[in-house]
């Protein structure tokens, strides 16, 4: 390694290793295994793997909320980030430090010789050297994009988690949900916990248990849940706990990825175990920017990061669930790959108006294209391009009265681009 890489900031780094791999994803994992050999990562704590098209995000940070507040020092990989790489490594509930990243990037640089790795696979060798280094009682990964072939199931999990199977990431998963159960269940081990959330999960995920000989636990038959008007009652593997919050985090949905988590913390609790109190104080403390995010103020700015059709279904509930406004207004933006005109259908019965948004880099879709799909969906409420989030985000804040909704949404890059 040169000079120049040591003294390479943050940026520098993540400039340099978007460019070490001439496609953007390539599943595999004989690249990673070999650079991750060469590093000599070793874990002893027990490590929790979260796969699925939706609910990763809010699992994990669920999963680490709990662990930490019954005072174990937790290392969490999410991805990707809203604002901040920093975001997408955790340790004891702080993002990484700059330095630590680049000190991190600069380990696999040095393993990986003339080994071709993509952004996120260097992104997640180095979150893994990292984790390495520190004295953890527990691992939580969210999986980036299916399980079998993704970066993070290099390393072994004492107990996966999946949350849910949706359609999404077609040209590298499968186009059913067969295909794609298939693979998010490729994070299951033998003999250990498989946790699936899925109220109706393929047969494909089933077979997978099976076929591999993982403990699967099953929602609606070992463990779940129940509401109770203001409170609810979660049941699982370690015996019922009533009386329970709603959590901090927002929408119906987050009872059952609360639930997988407290079956993931059941499934480790001889290893691991959590006092009734810190679950309450997590419940009570978690928070996800991005996912159904309220913002202060009025009229009320909702954020969500909802882009695959079954994710743009769980806001348009939320936003059914979120009390009248005369109007509802989109802020919309996608990536040009992801499935638009299902986006647009699930939620368009709830907006009166759009404001469309043209998204930076070469996957980002442009306004004129999303105006397009609303053109042959039919929808016929009144529209706007823009060319950015900030612009389309200025425009809707001048046509909002003060108890209307403005909704952002469809990428994380969206929501990004609101925060400006």
Same mark, same amino acid.
């Given at each position: 390694?040169?000079?120049?890489?040591?003294?390479?900031?943050?940026?520098?780094?993540?400039?340099?290793?978007?460019?070490?791999?001439?496609?953007?994803?390539?599943?595999?994992?004989?690249?990673?295994?070999?650079?991750?050999?060469?590093?000599?990562?070793?874990?002893?704590?027990?490590?929790?793997?979260?796969?699925?098209?939706?609910?990763?995000?809010?699992?994990?940070?669920?999963?680490?909320?709990?662990?930490?507040?019954?005072?174990?020092?937790?290392?969490?990989?999410?991805?990707?980030?809203?604002?901040?790489?920093?975001?997408?490594?955790?340790?004891?509930?702080?993002?990484?430090?700059?330095?630590?990243?680049?000190?991190?990037?600069? *380990?696999?640089?040095?393993? #990986? $010789?003339? /080994?071709? &790795?993509?952004?996120?696979?260097?992104?997640?060798? =180095?979150?893994?050297? %990292?984790?390495?280094?520190?004295?953890?009682?527990?691992?939580?990964?969210?999986?980036?994009?299916?399980?079998?072939?993704?970066?993070?199931?290099?390393?072994?999990?004492?107990?996966?988690?999946?949350?849910?199977?949706?359609?999404?990431?077609?040209?590298?998963?499968?186009?059913?949900?067969?295909?794609?159960?298939?693979?998010?269940?490729?994070?299951?081990?033998?003999?250990?916990?498989?946790?699936?959330?899925?109220?109706?999960?393929?047969?494909?995920?089933?077979?997978?248990?099976?076929?591999?000989?993982?403990?699967?636990?099953?929602?609606?038959?070992?463990?779940?849940?129940?509401?109770?008007?203001?409170?609810?009652?979660?049941?699982?593997?370690?015996?019922?706990?009533?009386?329970? *919050?709603?959590?901090?985090? #927002? $929408?119906? /949905?987050? &009872?059952?990825?609360?639930?997988?988590?407290?079956? =993931?913390?059941?499934? %480790?609790?001889?290893?691991?175990?959590?006092?009734?109190?810190?679950?309450?104080?997590?419940?009570?403390?978690?928070?996800?920017?991005?996912?159904?995010?309220?913002?202060?103020?009025?009229?009320?700015?909702?954020?969500?990061?909802?882009?695959?059709?079954?994710?743009?279904?769980?806001?348009?509930?939320?936003?059914?669930?979120?009390?009248?406004?005369?109007?509802?207004?989109?802020?919309?933006?996608?990536?040009?790959?992801?499935?638009?005109?299902?986006?647009?259908?699930?939620?368009?019965?709830?907006?009166?108006?759009?404001?469309?948004?043209?998204?930076?880099?070469?996957?980002?879709?442009?306004?004129?294209?999303?105006?397009?799909?609303?053109?042959?969906?039919?929808?016929?409420?009144?529209?706007?391009?823009?060319?950015?989030?900030?612009?389309? &985000?200025?425009?809707?804040?001048?046509?909002?009265?003060?108890?209307?909704?403005?909704?952002?949404?469809?990428?994380?890059?969206?929501?990004?681009?609101?925060?400006?």
């Amino acid at each position: 390694m040169t000079g120049g890489a040591a003294r390479r900031s943050l940026a520098g780094w993540l400039e340099y290793i978007e460019r070490q791999h001439p496609q953007a994803i390539a599943l595999g994992l004989e690249r990673v295994f070999e650079v991750f050999s060469r590093l000599q990562i070793r874990f002893s704590c027990p490590i929790l793997a979260v796969g699925g098209t939706n609910g990763k995000g809010s699992t994990c940070a669920l999963l680490e909320a709990i662990l930490s507040s019954a005072g174990y020092r937790t290392g969490l990989y999410t991805s990707p980030h809203l604002l901040r790489y920093n975001e997408r490594v955790r340790i004891a509930g702080r993002e990484a430090d700059e330095n630590a990243l680049c000190e991190a990037f600069a *380990a696999v640089e040095r393993a #990986r $010789g003339s /080994v071709p &790795l993509t952004y996120f696979e260097f992104g997640t060798l =180095a979150a893994f050297y %990292l984790f390495s280094r520190e004295d953890l009682d527990a691992l939580i990964l969210e999986v980036g994009l299916g399980g079998r072939l993704d970066a993070v199931n290099v390393l072994d999990a004492d107990c996966a988690v999946l949350t849910s199977v949706g359609i999404d990431h077609t040209e590298y998963l499968g186009s059913t949900r067969e295909a794609i159960g298939r693979e998010k269940a490729g994070i299951f081990r033998s003999a250990m916990p498989a946790v699936v959330a899925d109220p109706s999960p393929p047969a494909s995920v089933l077979e997978e248990a099976r076929r591999k000989g993982a403990r699967l636990l099953l929602i609606g038959r070992d463990f779940g849940y129940q509401a109770q008007g203001t409170q609810w009652a979660y049941w699982g593997p370690a015996g019922k706990r009533s009386g329970l *919050a709603h959590p901090a985090l #927002r $929408g119906a /949905v987050q &009872l059952r990825n609360a639930s997988a988590a407290f079956a =993931a913390v059941d499934t %480790l609790r001889d290893r691991l175990p959590v006092a009734m109190q810190d679950l309450r104080r997590a419940l009570a403390e978690t928070v996800l920017p991005g996912r159904f995010q309220v913002l202060p103020g009025r009229p009320q700015v909702v954020l969500d990061v909802a882009h695959n059709p079954e994710a743009a279904a769980v806001l348009a509930a939320n936003l059914g669930d979120s009390g009248f406004s005369p109007e509802t207004i989109a802020v919309f933006g996608m990536l040009k790959d992801k499935d638009v005109a299902g986006v647009v259908r699930a939620v368009a019965p709830r907006i009166t108006r759009w404001h469309l948004a043209s998204l930076p880099g070469p996957r980002g879709a442009d306004a004129r294209f999303l105006s397009s799909i609303l053109l042959e969906l039919k929808i016929q409420t009144p529209t706007a391009e823009h060319e950015s989030v900030a612009m389309a &985000l200025a425009a809707a804040k001048i046509e909002a009265a003060e108890n209307d909704k403005i909704v952002v949404f469809g990428s994380f890059l969206t929501v990004a681009g609101a925060y400006g």
